[in-house]
Nanobody, 115 residues
Framework: VQLVESGGDLVQPGGSLRLSCAAS????????MSWYRQAPGKERELVAI????????DYADSVKGRFTISRDNAKSTVYLQMNSLKPEDTAVYYC?????????WGQGTQVTVSS
């Protein structure tokens, strides 16, 4: 199983970014995928989750209305569109898949929101 995140960057408050997570080593289309983030000195927290076929999504209250999770099963990729970014969104963002009671994580991508 391999998860590779990309798209993190330094962005000004109010800006937008799209993160990508390319997956391999498992049947991507049959598993829910999620995005987490971890800010310095804080615990890792769930940001968004999407069902295997993309029909169901859920978000942390802190990002509802600003972030959108989506997936392309043909490309084995999950995305996180982040709009109206705030300094408190600064964190390392990770994608995760849970397979047979085991969690697999990517290496993370840094998002910094600062003027």
């Amino acid at each position: 199983v391999q998860l590779v995140e990309s798209g993190g960057d330094l962005v000004q408050p109010g800006g937008s970014l799209r993160l990508s997570c390319a997956a391999s080593g498992f049947t991507f289309s049959t598993y829910a995928m999620s995005w987490y983030r971890q800010a310095p000195g804080k615990e890792r927290e769930l940001v968004a989750i999407i069902s295997s076929v993309g029909g169901s999504t859920d978000y942390a209250d802190s990002v509802k209305g600003r972030f959108t999770i989506s997936r392309d099963n043909a490309k084995s990729t999950v995305y996180l569109q982040m709009n109206s970014l705030k300094p408190e969104d600064t964190a390392v963002y990770y994608c995760k898949v849970r397979l047979v009671r085991l969690n697999y994580w990517g290496q993370g991508t840094q998002v910094t929101v600062s003027s």
